[in-house]
């Protein structure tokens, strides 16, 4: 892959001076804080904005909740956020022209494209690492402290889905000559995903079988049936890519 130290070096750079990186690192950090704090004082937060009257009494608040508000904040919401992160990460340099200037240069396309998608995974690593070790943090403090080990593995799922999507995503900003094209073919695999994880024996083939292993991972029941949605969603970032590579080596730029 020629070139593809420098134009890794170029990504990064980029994602600080756009504030890409502090921005989307400081939106999951929020999620990882507000997730335990949610799940612990939501019954208060119900009492303070309803009347009385309604008498709406939640169960009392656990470990469960605190993780099932990470992961409804880090794997659903993120899952969005990774498309909009990505949906110009190909498409915007085509439409500008840069990615014509770039690639007269001695860098292969191949370089180009893995170190966007590079950079894109270790965005998403290292907001979504930041996250749920604030999210450990305070779940210690309300809750007790979870196991460390689970929450790592709860990590690198949710990791792993949301880069599923990004992947999705990055496809149709590489096929695609529009930023918007790009999203709508990430909003699409997002929908078929969930479509199709609502049906039992697709969803253990599928990113969303992924958070219901963190799920239990997280909440101290270990790695339950972790293998075919591991491998499917680690097949589906594979595919993805070369598939963008391949539409990428063919068009004129």
Known sequence: MTGFGVLLRKELLESWRTLRLPVV????L???ILSPLT???LQDIIDAVAPQRFGIRLPPPTLTDAVDQLLKNTAQTGALVAILITMGSVATEKERGTAAFVLVKPVSRLAF???KLTVLAALLGISIGLAVGAAWIYTTIL????DV???LVLAMLVWLSTLAYASLTFVG???FRSSLAGAAVGFAGLIAIALASAVPEFSHYLPPGLTAVARTAAVGGGLIDIVRPLVATVAIITVCFVVAWRSFERQEL
């Open 149 to 151: 080990g689970g929450w």
């Open 30 to 32: 929020t999620f990882g």
């Open 25 to 28: 690192v400081l939106l999951f």
């Open 143 to 146: 809750f007790g402290a979870p």
């Open 39 to 41: 799940a612990r004082y």
């Open 173 to 175: 900003s590489t096929v």
């Open 113 to 115: 494209l893995a170190a």
